[in-house]
C-alpha cells in the first residue's frame, strides 16, 4: 500500500508538468482555459441530472455560462481591435448568468416546495 502511493506521488509532478507543457504561455490564459473547462462540466452534469423544477433548471444554465463566455479574455481576444466589445459581451454574460443564475436560485429556494431536514 505504501509502495503504491509512493508510485503515485512520484507521478503527480510529471503529470503537472506534462498539463502545464500544454497550456499556453501566460499564465492568466491557463486559468481562462481551465473555467471555461469546469462551465462546460458543469453543462454536461446538467444534462445527465434529472431536473425537474424550471427555475432550478435555469439557474443550473446561466451560472456556468460567465465561465464559458470568458474564454472572450484570452490574451487573443485583448489583443484584437474588437477587445472592447469582447470585453463588453463578457460583462453581459457575468451579469446574466451570475445575477440571473443567483436570482433564479432564490427564488427556487422561496417556492416552498423543499422540506426542511429534521432530527
Same mark, same amino acid.
Do not use: D, Q, R, W
Given at each position: 500500500m505504501v509502495s503504491a502511493a509512493l508510485v503515485v506521488w512520484?507521478?503527480?509532478?510529471k503529470v503537472l =508538468? %506534462?498539463?502545464?507543457?500544454l497550456l499556453p504561455v501566460q499564465p492568466s490564459d491557463a486559468f481562462i482555459i481551465l473555467f471555461a473547462v469546469y462551465g462546460v462540466g458543469r453543462l454536461g452534469? =446538467? %444534462?445527465?441530472?434529472n431536473v425537474t423544477d424550471a427555475n432550478q433548471f435555469l439557474a443550473q444554465v446561466l451560472l456556468p455560462l460567465p465561465y464559458i463566455i470568458?474564454?472572450?479574455n484570452l490574451s487573443i481576444f485583448r489583443d484584437d481591435i474588437l477587445a472592447g466589445l469582447f470585453l463588453?459581451?463578457?460583462f453581459i454574460f457575468d451579469a446574466a448568468g451570475f445575477m440571473g443564475g443567483g436570482i433564479a436560485?432564490?427564488?427556487d429556494a422561496s417556492s416552498g416546495n423543499h422540506q426542511i431536514a429534521t432530527a
Open positions: 512520484g507521478t503527480i509532478p =508538468l %506534462a498539463i502545464k507543457s452534469l =446538467l %444534462a445527465m441530472s470568458g474564454c472572450l463588453a459581451a463578457v436560485e432564490l427564488v
